[in-house]
């Protein structure tokens, strides 16, 4: 089975994923990252220093790892969704969809006719899917993930209109970005329990929905704690953190 076909499969049994995050910009970290045990690799252009070429790079790299590569685009960056699929990215994440019309318009990008208007050119994800074009045009709306990030209010609000858009296969929760939304500025505490209390309401709506949610967990105890809530795909630390907890590791056995 492929990379994107075995992703897909484990995300439609709902089986707990863990995600490495990455913003840097050099590939090679990504693949690094690839070739431990997390089920996938995220790659961040909203908040990270990951741009269009570094992204393309990171994907294949990802995938020569066996693995696969998700994006998260720079925020109103619609039309950056359709490149990363063409790429080979097994989905994308989109910040800030505040509302149903951001999600019919990030689907528009993400989704082939007759869900969206995806036009042709998977130059790299034919070779990563495996598939003949004709098979990829038919398949590949269920093969990849359109996910909408729901990180303010206005989302919060919108949440039922944006999961019963068609195309948007799944959420992702910002925690942080929602505990300063919640806590109108005042606060930057993802593990909040006004946070946890939105976390566990998007769940609820979600499965009515029939979608999945995702989520930035940060700390492994928190994504240990995420998937069994139900949610589905967890992303643990950041390339950074992992860097400066191997450095503080290293020091602290010379005593420094």
């Known amino acids: 089975m492929s990379i994107h076909g075995g992703f897909a499969s484990r995300l439609t ?11 840097s910009r050099e590939p090679a970290v990504a693949a690094v990252l690839a070739r431990e045990a997390f089920d996938l690799v995220t790659l961040d252009m909203q ?65 082939f006719p007759p869900l969206g208007e995806r036009s042709w050119g998977p130059h790299a994800a034919l070779a990563l899917s495996g598939l003949a074009p004709k098979d990829y045009l038919s398949r590949a709306n269920g093969l990849t993930r359109a996910v909408a990030m729901i990180e303010t209010r206005a989302a919060l609000d919108a949440l039922d209109d944006i999961l019963a858009v068609d195309g948007i296969d799944a959420v992702f929760i910002g925690p942080s970005d929602l505990s ?28 009515a ?13 928190r994504a240990a704690a995420f998937a069994r809530k139900g949610i589905v795909v967890s992303a643990i630390g950041s390339d950074t953190v992992f860097l400066r907890q191997g450095a503080q590791a290293a020091l602290a056995g010379v005593g420094r």
């Open 180 to 207: 300063i939304a919640l806590s109108g500025g005042r606060e930057l505490e993802p593990e909040s329990a006004a946070v946890d209390e939105a976390i566990d309401h998007v769940l609820v709506r979600a499965r």
């Open 47 to 111: 908040h990270g220093a990951v741009d269009i070429d570094a992204a393309i790079r990171g994907i294949q790299l990802v995938a020569g790892a066996g693995k696969p590569a998700v994006v998260r685009i720079p925020v109103g960056d619609f039309q950056a969704t359709s490149r990363m699929l063409d790429a080979g990215a097994a989905a994308v994440i989109a910040p800030m969809v505040n509302s149903a019309a951001d999600a019919r318009a990030f689907a528009a990008f993400a989704k």
């Open 209 to 221: 929905a029939g979608k999945a949610v995702w989520a930035y967990a940060g700390p492994p105890e």
């Open 13 to 23: 049994a709902g089986e707990p994923l863990f995600s490495a995050w990455v913003g």
